[in-house]
Nanobody
């Protein structure tokens, strides 16, 4: 059974930091890219960062560069998203999603990702 399980969300004050985790199981981790997405209340889901477990390439949308760092521990089948200098606009449910790198490259698009987690909520207070 394929699973992606996010954790690490919570309530944090503006300016603080969080590290989100995405633990994967049920597929060949090294053959996949893992993308992080977020969905704020009333807004569409958007991709924020992605890492290829095949070659370690990392990608960020412009709006999060410098504050977000994505990394992967292939031995633990886990991808992390470190977020610094949190802002109230970062309040959102954060999801991880997986896509086989041999077949397509969908991130930052939502459509085309093969598997999704259920998300972890990040709330940033002023």
């Amino acid at each position: 059974e394929v699973q992606l399980v996010e954790s690490g969300g919570g309530l944090v004050q503006a300016g603080g930091s969080l590290r989100l985790s995405c633990v994967a199981s049920g597929f060949t981790f090294d053959d996949y890219a893992i993308g992080w997405y977020r969905q704020a209340p009333g807004k569409e889901r958007e991709g924020v960062s992605c890492i290829s477990n095949r070659d370690g390439s990392t990608y960020y949308v412009e709006s999060v560069k410098g504050r977000f760092t994505i990394s992967s521990d292939n031995a633990k089948n886990t991808v992390y998203l470190q977020i610094h200098s949190l802002k109230p606009k970062d309040t959102a449910v954060h999801y991880c999603a997986a896509e086989n790198v041999f077949y397509s490259s969908s991130w930052p698009n939502v459509d085309g990702m093969d598997y999704w987690g259920k998300g972890t909520l990040v709330t940033v207070s002023t």
